[in-house]
């Protein structure tokens, strides 16, 4: 089978065929068609299958990549779907929506003067398969427990952990505030990088395994901590992070100065038909405006793209560094770009004027002078710099902070760092009260949805231990 890999020298990269950006412009669907199988198989056999697979390294969840690019390349799918399962509860939403160029991709080491090998897209290729053939599973244990799990927050982090602990046949209970089930996959992250339906189908399919969702149920308002760990044998936090970081500058409580969640959560709520007032009145939606996003992470992505879809009249970022220095994908500015939004590189808000709504935003330019001790160039205002840019709708997309989850919760005694994340015992993943762990963004800070996964098999893992300790405790007082 050699002659079905390392054809990085006779066949080119080629990603999934991209929707044409005036196409793509006025609507949510993904912008990337699926592989045909022959063009996933062609596109697997560039691999190379590197001695020591500098792509796994930097994959989050090390997944196995060289062994399932080469059962694809051999057309043997359904292995090459076990293997990717076997350390990744979603890979299609991973090779949807990973920076890829900043980890498995970017890790490539294909011969220098070649493209990186399609990982990403070979990975949905996979499970998409794997789904449309039935070969996806509901978690169904062979045996139950008989111990239960109550899990905060059914965000990519506690789903995983819920899976892999319902595997094994713990009771495990899920308790969201949303409606929905997928916490950032479903009311963070845009349809046009991930289509809601994929995320439900994974919702299904947990539920079939016996998962028992508890939706609308916040925790510190409906039931609390103490509760919980009453009710369950051990407790899982994933309730990731939603403070949105604001800024102090004149005019910053206009109306039409939102935060970038609130943003695109009313315009997923609208994806799937819900109604939403402060959409459906008109202050959520950028249709036929001139809109102002501050911030150059995935967030603000998300947000300008948002805003084309919906019709803006024009749509500008704002960023105060450069395109090489910005934390978002480059591979998502290029999206933007192609689909017609404007970067201001190297410039900063002031104010933001209007009397009864906003009607522009006052900014000056930024030279980047020298670099700071993490390596970045420091922003450094340029006198006598200031313009104005026009602005019916601004979108503050500055980056998320953890809510204050101890007095949330009613319980002072869980401790924290001093930026508010969950603090754990690194080995254990336990958080300072017994039984209650922690996993995902609340602990990390806003990270990814690759991590969380990670953190939430890992926590499971963990769980596991602890309540088997505890169930084997039991046993021997009862004996
Ligand atoms: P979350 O996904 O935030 O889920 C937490 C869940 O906990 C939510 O459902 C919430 O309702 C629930 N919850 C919170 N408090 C309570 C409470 N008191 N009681 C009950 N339930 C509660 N990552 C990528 O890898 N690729 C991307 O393209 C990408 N795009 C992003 C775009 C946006 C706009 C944002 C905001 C983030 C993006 N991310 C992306 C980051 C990614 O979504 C997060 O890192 C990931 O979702 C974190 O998972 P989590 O399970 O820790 O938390
Ligand atoms: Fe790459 Fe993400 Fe898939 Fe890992 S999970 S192989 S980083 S796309
Ligand atoms: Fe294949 Fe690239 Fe990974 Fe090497 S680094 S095993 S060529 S995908």
């Not at 009710?231 to 039409?256: E, F, S, W």
């Not at 300008?304 to 009249?313: F, N, P």
């Not at 969950?422 to 991590?451: C, E, H, N, P």
Request: proline content about 4%.
């Amino acid at each position: 089978m050699a002659e079905k890999l390392l054809r990085f020298v006779s066949v080119a990269k080629q990603m999934p065929d991209k929707r044409p950006a005036e196409g793509r412009r006025h609507d949510f669907a993904e912008i990337y068609a699926e592989f045909d199988q022959g063009r996933a198989e062609a596109q697997a056999s560039r691999c190379s299958q590197c001695g020591i697979p500098f792509c796994q390294i930097h994959c989050p969840l090390q997944n196995n990549i060289p062994d399932w690019l080469k059962l694809t390349a051999e057309g043997r799918l359904e292995e090459a779907y076990e293997v990717s399962a076997a350390t990744n509860n979603f890979p299609e939403i991973c090779g949807r929506i990973c920076p890829q160029d900043r980890l498995c991709e970017g890790n490539c080491v294909i011969e220098k003067g070649f493209a990186s090998v399609t990982i990403g897209s070979v990975e949905k290729y996979i499970t998409d398969t794997a789904f449309e053939r039935g070969w996806v599973r509901p978690p169904t244990p062979r045996r139950e427990l008989g111990q239960s799990v109550g899990i905060i927050g059914a965000g990519p982090g506690g789903l995983a952990a819920a899976e892999m602990l319902r595997r094994r046949g713990y009771d495990v209970h899920v308790y969201d505030r949303y409606d929905r089930i997928g916490g950032l996959l479903v009311y963070g992250i845009p349809n046009f990088k991930l289509e809601k339906a994929i995320v439900t189908r994974r919702a299904e399919l947990l539920a079939a395994g016996g998962i028992r969702f508890h939706l609308g149920v916040a925790v510190g308002r409906d039931v609390c901590l103490a509760d919980l760990r009453a009710r369950h044998d051990a407790v899982l936090i994933a309730t990731g992070v939603y403070k949105a970081r604001d800024m102090q500058m004149p005019g910053v409580g206009l109306p039409n100065v939102v935060a970038a969640l609130d943003y695109l959560t009313a315009s997923n709520r609208k994806g799937f038909g819900d109604a939403v007032p402060a959409f459906d009145d008109g202050a959520l939606d950028a249709a036929g405006k001139s809109v102002v996003v501050i911030g150059g992470g995935d967030t603000a992505m998300d947000c300008v793209r948002t805003a084309v879809r919906q019709g803006a009249k024009s749509v500008k970022c704002l960023y105060r560094r450069d395109r090489r220095n910005m934390p978002g994908s480059q591979r998502e500015v290029q999206h933007a770009e192609e689909e017609g939004v404007e970067f201001v590189w190297q410039a900063a808000p002031d104010a933001f004027t209007g009397a009864a709504a906003v009607k522009g935003v006052r900014a000056h330019r930024i030279h980047l002078g020298m670099a700071d001790s993490t390596g970045r160039q420091t922003p450094q205002k340029i006198d006598g710099s200031s313009f104005t840019l026009k602005a019916d709708l601004v979108v503050k997309a500055l980056g998320f902070d953890p809510e204050d989850v101890p007095a949330m919760f009613d319980a002072p005694e869980l401790a924290v760092s001093r930026w508010g994340t969950i603090r754990i015992d690194q080995r254990t993943m336990m958080t300072s009260l017994d039984g209650v762990f922690a996993a995902g963004d609340i602990v990390r800070g806003a990270s990814l949805v690759v991590w969380a996964v990670r953190d939430g098999r890992d926590a499971a893992e963990q769980m596991h231990l602890y309540l088997s300790a505890k169930a084997s405790a039991a046993l021997a007082r009862a004996s």
